[in-house]
């Protein structure tokens, strides 16, 4: 398990620079055997050293690339696969690692309708959050087709902090993922919107 301070969501990427001998240790593990690990969000604490809090949902993490440097570090990308329950957290010996299960998303509710008002809603959050010079995505960013897919990838670019992401990421299902979002870019627009206006 790799304990961070951002979440990873299915179907992202991530790119990691992996310096602490304990990661070190996970990459080389899993790379002799499976080129997957979880990645979960650090509640409280920090991602070097140990002594954090973690949540008890994630994603899988499987290896695209993994380059090791002279020094012994990893430069490491990743994409996230699926959704993970934590069961129980084991011993951080020789790093941290837990027993998960899998955990698919409920429910098979057409989302056709609700996705592109979503989708919508995120291109204009970006614009703003661009129109106002500060970092994000491209408002053109291209999004998956299919509503699933597309509701993590929505979670991931928009301008939510880690707490929010990872509400979305325990969402049941798409369908309520999409609903949350939803509401949180409408407040988010509203927001950007006050800020232009006050110049």
């Not at 509701?151 to 990872?166: N, R, T, W």
Request: glycine share 10%; net charge negative; proline share 7%.
């Amino acid at each position: 398990m790799f304990p961070l301070g951002n979440v990873l969501f299915p179907s992202m990427f991530l790119p990691l620079h992996v310096f602490e001998p304990r990661y070190r240790a996970l990459v080389r593990d899993c790379l002799d055997g499976g080129s997957e690990f979880g990645v979960v969000l650090i509640e409280r604490g920090s991602e070097v050293g140990g002594d954090d809090v973690r949540t008890d949902a994630g994603t899988v993490a499987r290896i695209l690339e993994a380059h090791e440097l002279d020094d012994g570090r990893w430069v490491v990308g990743a994409v996230g696969t699926h959704r993970i329950r934590v069961r129980s957290w084991l011993e951080d010996d020789p790093y941290p690692r837990a027993e998960v299960e899998d955990w698919p998303d409920e429910g098979t509710a057409s989302l056709e309708d609700r996705y592109p008002v979503v989708v919508a809603s995120l291109r204009r959050v970006l614009a703003l959050t661009a129109e106002l010079g500060d970092p994000a995505p491209p408002s053109t960013v291209e999004l998956s087709e299919d509503p699933l897919l597309g509701s993590y990838q929505v979670a991931a670019l928009a301008p939510f902090g880690p707490a929010d992401q990872q509400v979305l990421l325990r969402a049941a299902g798409a369908e309520q993922r999409l609903e949350q979002a939803g509401a949180m870019l409408d407040e988010e627009a509203n927001f950007l919107s006050q800020r232009l206006a006050m110049g």
